[in-house]
């Protein structure tokens, strides 16, 4: 049987296809030597703390299975009201809540953020606030365009060699912020993932050889259960130009007690696949995270992580730093910090662009380069990712162009035959 969750119903009949899905391959005997050497998934002394006030009902084995995580978590203002001192405005923004991104948040990921301060970053990323619901020019639905760009109903094609394939509308939590909260969240929303869209995706992917690179998304692709995962990533690596596979995901982040040893038997089985984390803040570096991590670098699955600039919550070059830091300690790559979206009620997460030039100039030579994620604007309207990084280029001097370092000093290149500047000089002139 394959195996999802989903908003309306945790469990599906019976389906044909599970005949498909090719019998679990038995682990090697290395492979069961690093399982039982391997101890059972943490649980930090906060976390046992929060179980025993909150869920006392609840054992270590429970606490630690990511289908009960996921069948308890947060999604109503009274369990709300149960975990958090809600303010005045959270308590209006939860009870007018209809028919947008519903609220959601495990167990685990609700046990990091602050009790009783509203500010706390975590929290004000998954609660929600009247803000939310005030629309500023520029701001849409669909700010990116995905709509536009989408060739068979879950699948966008934009960049010429790869497709990005949402295969559920489940997420284990729910963003605020979330630039598809057009379509995630919502029981038989926009887009009706199935068996049968997920066809018509694959053959439209088998259809054009140019596609070399898949993108899993959603919603969260690791709330899938193994079986049907297993079956997509095996269609998808038997299609002869699909060269890899990469999954987006905040499961690890959220719901790290998802990473299992199936999991990862299946992860392995059809690598080579990446992954993009998506972490937000250094309060999500926890010893539960450090596991999942460490489990998913230990399967050969190469890790990097997208952050989306939040105002008020990271945009301070040392609390970014102190998250890329303890990223390359769990053999994650710090990959893009996002300009937030300009979704509808999105002003009060979004910062000035300048923002996060000037966070880039805070990090750029000031701390090893594998921790200085690429900045970009996802540009409006499906122009795509575009990078920025504060201008270095001073001007020329004769045939040496003029380049400022880390630290503000000018240095002289000798370039003779080179254009680069040229222009700054005449503007100066
Ligand atoms: S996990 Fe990703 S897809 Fe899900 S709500 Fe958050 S940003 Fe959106």
Redesign the pocket.
Known sequence: MFETLTETEPERPPSPVAALVAAPRLPTPLEERSARRRPRFPIAPERRAFMKRHFPEASEEEWNDWRWQARHRIRTLAQLERLFVLSDDERAAVARLSGGLPVGITPYYASLMGREDPQEPLRRTHIPVGDEFVTTPGEAADPLGEDHDTVVPGLVHRYPDRVLFLVTGF?S???RY????RV??HAGGEYHFSLAQWEKALAWIEDHPQIRDVLL????PLTLGEDRLDWLLGRLRRIRHVEFVRIGT?VPVVLPQRITRELLRVLRRHRPIWMSL?FTHPAELTPETAEACSRLADAGVPLGSQTVLLRGINDDAAVLKRLFHGLLRLRVRPYYLYQCDPIRGSAHFRTPVDKGLELMAALRGHTTGYAVPTFVVDAPGGGGKIPLLPDPVVGRDGADLLLRNFEGGVFRYPDPEGQLGRQLDGERR
Request: charged residues 20%.
């Open positions: 997420c939590t729910y963003c979330c630039t598809r909260s995630v969240g998304s959603g919603g969260d905040k998506h």
